[in-house]
């Protein structure tokens, strides 16, 4: 939900009518296909309907999902979708779920939907998320320093419109309040979105004594200057546990690790999180960290 497949659905029917004009082409949504489906029925209007979707080169179907438990609407449906197939013409269809997941009465209708390409949308990364959040501000007519957009794209890494409806909020905040769009504002005011509470008496102290003892370092090195490899990666670590498992504030979490600040918070859970999945020692080492804090 909320990843843009609505947006790429209309991209194909726009790119379509601007390369190959002469091909006609229905974009539906399936809220919409059942409304028309049962008007055409009471109107005796079918075959009207029916030609509309029946005789498209190209048929877009949005929202999928919600044809699922509609009997005769989904009837309908499986038979107009064969007759557009076996007519050799392009069916796009998107929906919130794979074709396994629908709850469809038929088989055979999740047969046909299976039998095509099945392209699943991934959430945006944190470079994307900041360009979203960028073009959001200057449509609003704001100006968003790059550490707020920063702080915002990862603190909601899973849905676009979340994503934007959090910056409106800080934006808003900003106006009323006469405060100026800081990292401190944003914390404060998208605190909802965190979605994560600290673990019964786990808390960023205990974060950082548990690193410490699995890579066997100083708590006062870990709080000093110090960059080497030795120091930084537990360090690296330890703050990436404390943003995942504690609610404690970015600023906070800083602020005991030698008065750092958000952003060097940030860019350390970053670093973490991009190197676990190829860095099988790392993620070993997070996980025994996190065993051990669990007790």
Excluded at 189 to 196: A, D, N, P, R
């Amino acid at each position: 939900v909320g990843v843009g497949k609505t947006h790429l659905l209309q991209a194909v029917g726009h790119e379509v009518a601007r390369v190959c004009p002469s091909l006609t082409v229905a974009y539906v949504t399936a809220d919409a296909f059942t409304y028309e489906f049962v008007t055409a029925l009471r109107e005796r209007r079918i075959e009207a309907f029916r030609k509309r979707y029946r005789t498209a080169d190209v048929w877009l179907v949005d929202d999928l999902q919600f044809i699922a438990q509609k009997e005769n609407t989904e009837e309908e449906f499986f038979h107009t979708f064969t007759a557009v197939q076996e007519a050799g013409r392009q069916i796009v269809c998107c929906c919130d779920r794979y074709p396994r997941d629908l709850h469809l009465l038929q088989d055979r209708l999740r047969s046909r939907l299976e039998s095509g390409l099945i392209v699943e949308l991934g959430v945006p990364d944190l470079e994307t998320r900041v360009k979203i959040l960028r073009q959001k501000a200057e449509g609003e007519g704001v100006r968003v320093d790059e550490d707020v957009l920063l702080f915002v794209a990862n603190l909601i890494e899973s849905n676009v419109r979340t994503l934007e409806g959090a910056l409106i909020k800080l934006i808003a905040c900003s106006s009323l309040t006469r405060r100026p769009l800081t990292c401190a504002l944003a914390e404060e005011t998208l605190g909802s979105y965190f979605g994560k509470r600290s673990a019964p008496g786990v808390t960023v102290e205990t974060i950082l004594r548990a690193t410490c003892d699995f890579y066997r370092v100083d708590a006062k090195a870990m709080k000093s200057k110090r960059r080497d490899k030795g120091i930084a990666l537990p360090r690296q670590v330890a703050m990436y546990l404390s943003r995942q498992i504690t609610d404690t504030p970015l600023a906070g979490i800083g602020e005991r690790f030698g008065g750092r600040d958000h952003s060097t918070v940030i860019a350390a859970c970053n670093k973490i999180k991009s190197s676990l999945a190829g860095d099988n020692e790392l993620r070993a080492a997070v996980e025994e960290i996190s065993r051990r804090l669990s007790g």
